[in-house]
């Protein structure tokens, strides 16, 4: 065994947590989300790389877990209120970039899910097995709600 890798925790371990973590999410819980990734050959961007369309490709569908935040209110004096909430998504790693997938969520990703459109902020990924970078085992994604007027997707067929 070489020195790199966890004294207490072997291969066979990882494969087992991996499997009995992907039984739960697909046959258990059976949460999913439809995720739509930024079509870079579609959307034109200024000389600072940003952009005020983006252009979308089509959706696919991901399991996973949602953790879903309380939504907050904010009051404006002219305006009223506005409603802001946010979402955790928890992707399995080896499910992603096994099959047909060959996903991993990016910043500016859009998600569908409850009947809201939420836009990825940022993805980190904090569960290392055994505390050792080379058993990443979850993605987290978090998410904040997307106004529809400001994203151009056209509906996937429910």
């Not at 902020?121 to 097995?129: A, D, F, R, S, Y």
């Amino acid at each position: 065994m070489s020195a790199t890798r966890p004294f207490f925790i072997s291969q066979k371990e990882i494969d087992l947590v991996d499997h009995m973590n992907e039984e739960l999410i697909d046959e258990i819980v059976g949460q999913s989300v439809d995720i739509y990734k930024v079509a870079p050959e579609h959307t034109n961007e200024n000389i600072y790389g940003e952009s005020t369309t983006k252009y979308f490709n089509v959706g696919f569908r991901v399991n996973c877990l949602i953790r879903y935040n309380a939504p907050e209110v904010e009051q404006f004096q002219e305006a009223g209120t506005d409603t802001n909430s946010t979402i955790d998504l928890m992707f399995q790693r080896n499910n992603l970039a096994s099959g047909s997938l060959n996903f991993f969520p990016e910043a500016g990703d859009i998600c569908d899910w409850n009947d809201w459109y939420w836009e990825i902020n940022g993805v980190t990924e904090p569960q290392l097995i055994g505390g050792h970078p080379g058993f990443n085992h979850a993605i987290k994604a978090s998410a904040h709600r997307s106004r529809l007027s400001s994203i151009n997707i056209e509906e996937r067929p429910r």
